[in-house]
């Protein structure tokens, strides 16, 4: 039996899991001491009940998803249209270097799946696949070189690898990043505000704070966000090629930019900052749980042990990492134990995800405006050039045999 949510109903079963997420983690100790996001916690319960129905009953439930994408440039929307020029070359610095940070990573991702794949004998590119390519790139990553594996190098099942790929890494990420800030926050004793201050993004309301919001700041706000989307979109669309394509969120992030800063520098309008941190919490939330209850446990069931494997190397390896580079070579403070909650998130599923790790650990501790600033400018910005490039690099290697 097969049963269609249609949008509407998809977004109020969105709306649940969060409510449902929220209640779960404030009765259960656990959940709240290792800062586990709302939405992985309501969208994983859901998911869990999905797949039970469809396993036990035979009941396939889906979801009209038409809203998610809109949410998620609207999201991203929000943090470019909170870049402030200022903000941006205060943390010019600490940018770079974490930047370099994230590519050692993307490197070393890369190299444990090939080899792994290889030792498992295993086509190389299914390493790439199950590497950078969806750990750092995610689902709309892994689909782009899914399908040009099958029809480039009849790599057979790629897309079917990409995605359970992609999923387990946004399931594990959201579920790591938590609890290694709070062992780097508790075991080094670090307190909120001992890094740089810098001025908030969007994604930072936490906990049960509430800001002011007026129709006007709404509606202003909210068509700037539009704009973005639909400027972005667009050319995204048109500015495709075979050689490097940025994906649609990342051109609305850059025209957020664009019109923040020629607004701000032009005198013409001051972007309201409160409004811009709400929509883009609710946005991300959203986004968040429509993504998870529409997850599809029963492909990672299906993966061959082999890639369960490399993905359960892939990670301890970024757990690794974040845990013994990533904190300590951004500086040892509270900021760099929030920015590891955030290197993990997008490190194995997404940019969302590593924000709402940051929402999590930020809700309990403090704010950490330092993080919020870095983590959505290299998770959005940067990460996805990096990591054509270093893709690109790996498949210029003999041993793949390309």
Known sequence: MEMEIDVVSTLVAAIVVLLIGRVVISKVGFLQRYNIPEPVVGGLLAALVITGLRVGAGMEISFDMSLQTPLMLAFFATIGLSADVKTLMQGGRTVLVFFAVVVVMLVIQNAVGVAAAISLDMHPLTGLLAGSITMSGGHGTGAAYATRFGEDYNLQGAMEVAMACATFGLVLGGLIGGPIAQRLISSNNLKAGTGVELEGAPGELGGDEVRSLSPESFLETLFLIVICVMIGSYLGQVLKNDYLTLPAFV????????????????????????????????????????????????????LA????????????????????????VMGSNYDAAVMSAGHCGFGMGATPTAIANMQAVAGRYGH??????????VGAFLIDLANALVIQGFMSLPQLGL
């Open 251 to 302: 051109w609305t992030l850059f025209t957020g930019v664009l019109i923040r800063n020629a607004l701000g520098l032009s005198g013409l309008r001051q972007v309201d900052g409160a409004t811009i941190d709400l929509l883009g919490t609710v946005s991300l939330s959203l986004f968040l749980a429509m993504a998870l209850i529409a997850l599809r446990l029963w492909e990672l069931v299906s």
């Open 305 to 328: 042990l082999p890639i369960l494997a490399i993905l359960a190397v892939q990670a301890v390896a970024i757990a690794a990492y974040v845990y013994f580079v990533t904190f300590r």
């Open 368 to 377: 950490s405006p330092q993080a919020f600033l870095i983590i959505p400018i």
